[in-house]
């Protein structure tokens, strides 16, 4: 069985892993000269806290497996079974002949259409999306003393910070009115908001950046200008389905349709991780959520099913952490707000306090909240920020896995122990507080 | 409704907040001249982690409640419902009807029938169980050099940990072949005693102390002498149910009966926290498991039933951490020892790694043991040492309350963010051992 695999993201690397481990033919197609690399360290290669670009990378030892580096896949042609390669390099096309197809073509980093965004990108404008453009920005960076950063999400957040560490003034401007307005609720965005500016972070909120002009030097939003040495842009990434929409196969709201064997519309065609519309573990709807530990669990799917296991993908949770200046921020599920656009009548709960006993030394404080559904008293999502809210939302996360309800939740037998936790942690206030409005 | 609480501990204090809420005319009776405190906090006041023992203790601000501290219960009379209590200053012997009482009178150190152990109490023997005990410790600590503790569970090892701190040559001497014998499987447990030992705190295991002599300063096992300043004795605590016993209410094998209602034998009498025998939330066979957290839910559940509720408690977890020089031990549900005994046919795997991404700078591990019922592949419990093992083990906890498979449990999807996980964190590491024994 020959299978071929376009992309080597998190994704396409756990497809091939599993696939070869099942004894799979493999062609591995991948743009880049080196095999893969691990996308959600770039931030932190920008303050040297990762060293060097190539702590990133990784390669695979796989048996029976042909790796075309520097190669763009052209075209794919679903009747012949045959995808158009092209060498990068030498130019030379090649016409690679498949009995499976895995796509893991990831996602492209969106440029809003900011006037001079694009034109100036790598010279005024830079993005952090791979190895190549983030170095470009840590080279800015070196002989630069500010910054603006277009974007309040994960990237462009924990970028700021370390731009910040590596000495330079950064200032947030987001469009929405919010930071990581994909992942959590305004309440909890603006305790991330106050603990940035504390940081010495300035985060402007409702402020949509107009153009970038100057080299990169002056962003304009409606209210003001913003002086700075360079602008990193952080809107954002969109799955990169051009090559399977020309090839004709179905693509949804967001990218690729797949079912949950992920199956493209498309015969022996298989796509995973950034690239597709994924769904809701939590309501099945299709949804967007393009995070490392998905696409790891996706490849791992597609290459069972295309080698004849039998998998299913059950859905996202969205499961999600930053860590920002010290402080954690997760969510995972359904936001209040997101719950209510798929018209869900909601309870929530908060519970705020602190992490050890509150005898034992430390001033160490987290935030949690919780979204139940009034009509069952399930779990929907939560969210969390300060020390120990990843753990916490990992918890939270394992809960709306098991459709638990809110009333089973708070009957869970938590450790206790005076360094690292009260006998009544938050998450557990949070449970209190949901079932008096239930 | 007239609600008599004897003993004002985690359950009793628990008990008495509940009642309170729900409007009942209260009265606690606690032997102690202060309402109540955190147990749990007494080895950290040894070091100075936590400044003062009055840092420990706790009121409580109840609307129509008597409280009679410095009293003792003499007897109880389940037929004429009443208790018979004495002013321990005054001396005086009063007589107090109940309409319904909650016994809620803890644990008592275990003092081993080890020669001069009892003799020397408070000179040359110490334990760590109220503050007035403690505080002799730690006075004693104050004026020595060096000591040895007898018992490596939570006490003992935390004891241990801040006496060395503290600036003491500490040795613990063990009478079974692992630490936290009631924990943790002997795998584990002899990581936890390569840490202590390699943070400069022998461990002998197998060694039953025979006779402490010479005020405490020589402690002789079969094989050798151990000198030190003093003997520290933490053999654990047993179940404090002489008031019940005489009462004539039914005793188990490790406390008190009680039905999940937290009901005793005897009519309107309820019993909760350390003095009670628990019952497995895994098997619901009786356990013995004295737990802040397990006794907080075991007293709201009393209180609720006495006050018209209707609450019933599900059985121990045994969730349980002990963090031990910088490191974190932490176990739920049953060992792999405790499920064999129990006539499990068990698979298990474990899975160990680094905290953060392999490419994240930091060298902290962590390691996880599952264990998993070969017939239905539930989960029965789970260990974790190292940094982050006390959320893992929660993790675990919540998986097994939720009654999830491993396989279930295997598609679990956690956070992930560099600075604080790997993509395929050490949990998923041990469900992919552990499901390939299956």
């Known amino acids: 069985m020959n299978l071929v695999i376009i992309g080597l993201g998190t994704a396409g690397y756990a497809a091939a892993m599993e696939a070869a481990k099942r004894g799979a033919h493999l062609t591995v197609i991948e743009k880049r000269d080196f095999e893969t690399f691990s996308p959600c360290g770039l931030p932190y290669v920008v303050d040297g806290s990762i060293p060097s670009f190539e702590d990133l990378k990784h390669s695979i030892r796989l048996r029976n497996t042909e790796k075309l580096l520097s190669h763009s896949v052209e075209s794919i042609d679903i009747q012949k079974k045959t995808v158009r390669t092209r060498d990068c390099k030498k130019g030379d096309y090649k016409t690679v002949p498949y009995d499976k197809l895995i796509i893991a073509t990831g996602a492209i980093p969106v440029i809003p259409p900011i006037k001079g965004a694009r034109e100036l990108l790598g010279k005024g404008t830079f993005v952090v999306s791979g190895i190549g453009d983030t170095s470009e920005l840590k080279k800015k960076a070196e002989v630069s003393k500010s910054c603006v950063v277009i974007g309040a999400g994960a990237i462009g957040l924990e970028t700021a910070c370390t731009l910040h560490n590596k000495g330079l003034q950064v200032t947030v401007v987001e469009m929405l009115p919010q930071v990581f307005p994909q992942a959590i609720d305004e309440d909890m965005a603006l305790d991330v908001k106050n603990h940035l500016e504390d940081s010495g972070i300035p985060v402007v909120v409702n402020a949509r950046v107009e153009s970038v002009t100057q080299d990169g030097g002056v962003v304009v939003t409606a209210d003001r200008e913003y002086t700075a040495d360079f602008a990193m842009i952080a809107a954002g990434v969109r799955a990169n389905f051009a090559l399977a929409e020309k090839a004709g196969i179905t693509i949804g709201k967001w990218g690729i349709k797949v079912n949950p064997k992920m199956e493209t519309s498309a015969q022996d065609v298989y796509a995973c991780g950034d690239c597709i519309e994924t769904y809701s573990y939590v309501n099945g709807e299709p949804w967007m959520m393009q995070l490392a530990t998905s696409a790891l669990q996706m490849g791992q799917v597609a290459a069972t099913n295309v080698m004849g296991g039998n998998a299913s993908y059950q859905g996202c949770l969205n499961t999600f952490a930053s860590e920002l200046g010290g402080k954690e921020i997760a969510s995972c599920g359904f936001t209040e707000n997101q719950a209510a656009r798929f018209g869900y009548d909601v309870a929530v709960g908060e519970g705020a306090g602190r992490v050890t006993a509150d005898y034992y030394p430390?001033?160490?404080?987290?935030?949690?909240?919780?979204?139940?559904?009034?009509?069952?008293?399930?779990?929907?999502?939560?969210?969390?920020?300060?020390?120990?809210?990843?753990?916490?939302?990992?918890?939270?996360?394992?809960?709306?896995?098991?459709?638990?309800?809110?009333?089973?939740?708070?009957?869970?037998?938590?450790?206790?122990?005076?360094?690292?936790?009260?006998?009544?942690?938050?998450?557990?206030?949070?449970?209190?507080?949901?079932?008096?409005?239930?």
């Open 362 to 438: 430390g001033e160490e404080t987290v935030k949690v909240k919780l979204i139940v559904d009034k009509k069952d008293h399930r779990l929907l999502g939560g969210q969390a920020f300060g020390v120990g809210a990843f753990w916490r939302v990992n918890v939270i996360s394992l809960a709306v896995k098991a459709h638990m309800t809110v009333d089973e939740f708070s009957t869970m037998e938590l450790a206790y122990t005076p360094p690292l936790s009260t006998s009544h942690d938050v998450l557990l206030k949070a449970c209190d507080f949901v079932l008096r409005r239930l």
